[in-house]
């Protein structure tokens, strides 16, 4: 059974996320776990068990309310969205122990809202988004908005199919067949990455025969540049869920150098869907 995780912190984005899992996780049949991780100061220890280290330097006190209050939360969330989710709720540090959590529980797919760039931000950021779509080898979806009421009928997969340069999209494929969504693969071009026509659309026919593709069609789209031609082309053709890989860079210069999949995280309100590219 494939395993979704929703990381969480209670907030109305949270609650976006949430609704989206639960959309995703029906379709797919998928067993559906929520987390809330309290963070804790880097220096503070933890006991293999997850609990505080008692070691007097650290007040413990706060922490600890704010786990319990967390733990009544949970189960509210739990008994509104999905009563038979399991639940976690632990000390750490959000971003690394979102991962670990998935990674330990072998999960398929990470769903969760980010504030747009103008948002308030709370517990659950772009920052956070952005570094587990880097450093996580697992799919991660995220959105916005309230996309509760979405149809998911349109999916668009981008890349350039060159040498079937996006492997580990498998969860973009199942979510399309779970749907019964029109799938639509996309090359943009640009001034500094420009393919033929005939070309381009040989590399993704081949991608096609290759993944066993139904209902799915090519477009090769040119733009100033690859996030421009993407929100454009999803824009026109009213697409639902956008689907890209990521490079997996390490540091800050991840977005400066072009990472695209991170980019859109902050500009497009539809649900975005990262997977790990090549290395």
């Not at 993407?230 to 150098?257: C, E, P, W």
Request: glycine share 4%; with cysteine.
């Amino acid at each position: 059974m494939e395993k979704i995780v929703v990381p969480v912190d209670f907030s109305d984005i949270s609650a976006y996320g949430s609704s989206l899992a639960v959309k995703v996780a029906a379709h797919l049949n998928a067993e559906l776990h929520f987390i809330h991780v309290v963070p804790l100061p880097s220096h503070v220890l933890l006991t293999p068990e997850g609990e505080l280290f008692e070691d007097g330097d650290f007040d413990t006190t706060i922490p600890k309310e704010r786990k319990e209050v967390a733990g009544v939360q949970m189960k509210n969330w739990v008994e509104k969205y999905y009563p038979s989710a399991v639940s976690c709720v632990c000390y750490g540090h959000v971003n690394e122990d979102i991962i670990k959590y998935a990674d330990k529980q072998k999960a398929s797919l990470i769903v969760m809202g980010t504030h747009a760039v103008s948002g308030v931000k709370e517990l659950l950021t772009n920052s956070h988004s952005e570094y587990i779509a880097m450093h996580s080898h697992i799919p991660l979806m995220t959105l916005k908005c309230d996309r509760s009421d979405m149809e998911v009928k349109k999916i668009v997969l981008a890349g350039s199919f060159k040498d079937d340069d996006v492997p580990h999209c498998e969860m973009a494929l199942a979510i399309q067949k779970a749907f019964k969504a029109q799938l639509y693969l996309l090359r943009v071009n640009t001034a500094n990455n420009f393919l033929a026509d005939g070309e381009a659309y040989r590399h993704m026919r081949a991608f096609a025969e290759k993944h066993k593709l139904e209902d799915v069609e090519f477009a090769v789209y040119s733009d100033n540049d690859v996030e421009e031609g993407i929100m454009h082309f999803v824009a026109k053709n009213n697409i639902d869920i956008i689907a890209i890989g990521s490079k997996q860079r390490k540091g800050l210069n991840k977005i400066i150098n072009g990472c695209v999949s991170a980019d859109l995280l902050n500009h497009v309100y539809k649900p975005i869907l990262t997977f790990k590219l090549k290395d």
